[in-house]
């Protein structure tokens, strides 16, 4: 089983300021699989990058992902208000999937 | 367009059972693994199953082996999972994924394990 380990749990950041979420894996991570993705409350996960640098449909070009082989990075370069939120990295390169244990991004 | 819908959840006691299924449609089902996911409530999420695109494969997280069966019907378009021996720990929004690149979401349906 590869574990994803997230960092930082929480995130205080102000709107406008640069985000900088890092996962990390325990073993080496297909990149064609990799995924981010954020929550909010009551919500369904929505999917922001997948192949690990590829921001899905719709998403915002602030968004970026980039990493490879067993560390990964989701940076947001503005947090806008409405991106204060709990941010998720997934496996999904195997016949079992991992996800990170999330990062929250909240209003400092 | 890829749509997932859930549906199924609901409430049930300890020891009971529960299927769910997911409808697909805006793309070829039969071409993608499938899987379920799960988020317990105030908790993170949780890989549950995979099914190969023939249905000839499947994975299972360790907590739920023996207890949950997934399967999927590829002429119906459509993913079920069979929830037996539920445990109050089982409660969660229960969430059918596509296995593509992207993946897709359905918006999840709630099991709730009480007596």
């Known amino acids: 089983e590869n574990v994803l380990t997230q960092s930082p749990g929480t995130l205080s950041l102000s709107p406008g300021e640069r985000a900088t979420l890092s996962c990390r894996a325990s073993q080496r991570v297909n990149s064609g699989y990799f995924a981010w993705y954020q929550q909010k409350p009551g919500q369904a996960p929505r999917l922001l990058i997948y192949d690990a640098s590829s921001r899905a449909t719709g998403i915002p070009d602030r968004f970026s992902g980039s990493g490879s082989g067993t560390d990964f990075t989701l940076t947001i370069s503005r947090l806008e208000p409405e991106d204060f939120a709990v941010y998720y990295c997934q496996d999904y390169g195997d016949s079992a999937w991992t996800f990170g244990q999330g990062t929250k991004v909240e209003i400092k | 367009e890829v749509h997932l819908a859930e549906s199924g959840g609901g409430f049930v006691q300890p020891g009971g059972s529960l299927r769910l299924s997911c409808a697909a449609s805006g793309f070829s089902f039969s071409s993608y693994w499938m899987s379920w996911v799960r988020q317990a409530p105030g908790k993170g999420l949780e890989w549950v199953a995979n099914?190969?695109?023939?249905?000839?494969?499947?994975f299972y997280v360790e907590s739920v082996k023996g207890r949950f069966t997934i399967s999927r019907d590829n002429a119906k378009n459509s993913l079920y999972l069979q929830m037996d021996s539920l445990r109050a720990e089982d409660t969660a929004v229960y969430y059918c994924?596509?296995?593509?690149?992207?993946?897709?979401w359905g918006r999840g349906a709630l099991v709730t394990v009480s007596s």
């Open positions: 099914i190969k695109h023939d249905g000839r494969d499947k």
């Open positions: 994924v596509t296995g593509g690149r992207p993946p897709s």
